[in-house]
């Protein structure tokens, strides 16, 4: 077996999708909305994360994940829906020996729909595959049923018995359930393969959104205040990234990929 080990050279933090949720980066415009999702008192009785938690907290959170060297310590994704929307997160924590502890959570206006499932499944395999790892283990608080549920259905082997004062909560140590993975878990679960998506910068995925709306050059260069020459330019970049040939396959691609939504 072997042990992981970060990248030697830096590459961008990948976009991962089934088809369905989105793991992307986060972006500043997600601030307010992960301080509204994280003000739930679910999150607060579950995590670590700051309670009240606040806007304050939601963009040192978004600064420290996105700088890149940070980033291939401790992966970490927003899971957006269609619309790009934050509605959660999920984090690898790797301990550089091969193994990798994974955490999440969803919007609470977003539970119960097979979100965290998926954006875990998908977060591990690119864990397996792109950082080596042998294992990925889970720690939750005893009682926290649905994180329980979300490491079952995921595919981890859940442990009957509690680990005790495994779980540091609040400054306290406290028992917690635990499961761990390993790769072959998720072949048996199969499907869910892993797409690493085009990666569109924010301005691109805007005019994307437009042309999905049906708007011309013109239309998207008056929108967002921009020349039609810049617009131009953006598509033909959109095109070559996704690949498509046409505005409409780029489209037809966005929305499959989860990029952007018909209007
Ligand atoms: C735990 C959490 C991420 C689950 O998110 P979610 O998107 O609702 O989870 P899913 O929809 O993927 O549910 C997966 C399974 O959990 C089950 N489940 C969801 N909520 C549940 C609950 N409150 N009690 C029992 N089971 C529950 C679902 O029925 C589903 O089971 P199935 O696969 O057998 O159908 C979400 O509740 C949350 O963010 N909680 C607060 C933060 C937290 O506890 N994070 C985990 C820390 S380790």
Redesign the pocket.
């Known amino acids: 077996m072997s042990v992981a080990s970060r990248p030697t050279a830096p590459k961008n933090p990948p976009t991962l999708t089934d088809g369905v949720v989105l793991l992307r980066l986060p972006e500043a415009s997600d601030i307010p909305t992960i301080a509204d999702g994280c003000q739930d008192p ?2 607060a009785r ?2 670590n994360l700051p309670s009240p938690y606040t806007e304050q907290d939601a963009r040192a959170w978004v600064d420290k994940v996105t700088n890149p060297v940070h980033w291939w310590d401790q992966p970490t994704w927003v899971i957006a829906d269609t619309g790009n929307r934050w509605s ?1 997160s999920v984090h690898l924590q790797p301990d550089g020996r091969g193994t990798a502890t994974v ?4 919007a609470p206006w ?8 998926r954006a875990v499944r998908l977060a591990c395999r690119w864990g397996f595959s792109s950082l080596d790892l042998n294992v990925i283990t ?1 720690r ?1 608080l005893l009682g ?4 329980r ?2 490491a079952q ?1 995921a595919g981890f082997a859940v442990h009957e018995q509690p680990m005790r004062r495994g779980l540091v909560h609040r400054g306290e140590l406290m028992d917690c359930w635990f499961a761990d993975l390993i790769a072959d878990d998720l072949q048996e679960l199969g499907g869910g393969q892993v797409w690493t998506g085009p990666q569109l910068t924010r301005r691109e995925r805007e005019v994307l959104h437009a042309m999905a709306a049906g708007q011309s050059n013109r239309d998207i260069a008056i929108t967002l205040g921009i020349s039609e020459n810049t617009v131009k330019n953006h598509v033909r970049s959109i095109l070559e990234k996704l690949p498509a040939r046409s505005r409409m396959e780029a489209v037809v691609k966005g929305v499959q990929e989860g990029i952007t939504r018909l209007t």
């Open positions: 679910e999150v579950w995590t959660g955490r999440f959570l969803v977003l539970r119960g729909r097979g979100i965290a499932t889970w939750a926290n049923e649905a994180a549920a979300v259905s």
